[in-house]
Nanobody
Framework: VQLVESGGGSVQAGGSLRLSCTVS????????MSWFRQAPGKEREGVAH????????YYADSVKGRFAISRDYAKNTLYLQMNSLKPEDTAMYYC?????????????WGQGTQVTVS
C-alpha cells in the first residue's frame, strides 16, 4: 500500500493550493481518509477527515470554511483544496488512511508534502 502526496509549495497569504494523495495497492472505499499537518515544534494536527463510505466530512476549527476534502474513486485520489491560506497553515501535510473507518487508527501514511505560506 502506498500513499503519495503532491501539490505542496510556496504561496502568498490569501492564495490557494490543492494537495493530492494518490492511493495504490488498497481499496479505500470503506476507510476514513484524512489530512494531517505538522509544523516545526508543534504537535501533529488532524486537519480534515472523510468517511469514504458515507461521504461525511469533518474539519479542524482552524481550517473550517477554508479547506475542503474530497476524493475521486476513479483516480483513487484524495484531495485537499486549501483556500485563503494563512502563514499559520505552513506545515508538512500528510494523508493517512484508517481502513477500519473510525478515524482513530491510521495504518497507512504518505511521506508528506510541504506547504509554506508567506
Amino acid at each position: 500500500v502506498q500513499l503519495v502526496e503532491s501539490g505542496g509549495g510556496s504561496v502568498q497569504a490569501g492564495g490557494s493550493l490543492r494537495l493530492s494523495c494518490t492511493v495504490s495497492g488498497h481499496n479505500y472505499k470503506t476507510d476514513c481518509m484524512s489530512w494531517f499537518r505538522q509544523a516545526p515544534g508543534k504537535e501533529r494536527e488532524g486537519v480534515a477527515h472523510l468517511h469514504t463510505n458515507t461521504g461525511s466530512t469533518y474539519y479542524a476549527d482552524s481550517v473550517k470554511g477554508r479547506f475542503a476534502i474530497s476524493r475521486d474513486y476513479a483516480k483513487n485520489t484524495l484531495y485537499l483544496q486549501m483556500n485563503s491560506l494563512k502563514p499559520e497553515d505552513t506545515a508538512m501535510y500528510y494523508c493517512a488512511a484508517d481502513p477500519g473507518g473510525s478515524c482513530q487508527y491510521y495504518g497507512y501514511w504518505g511521506q508528506g508534502t510541504q506547504v509554506t505560506v508567506s
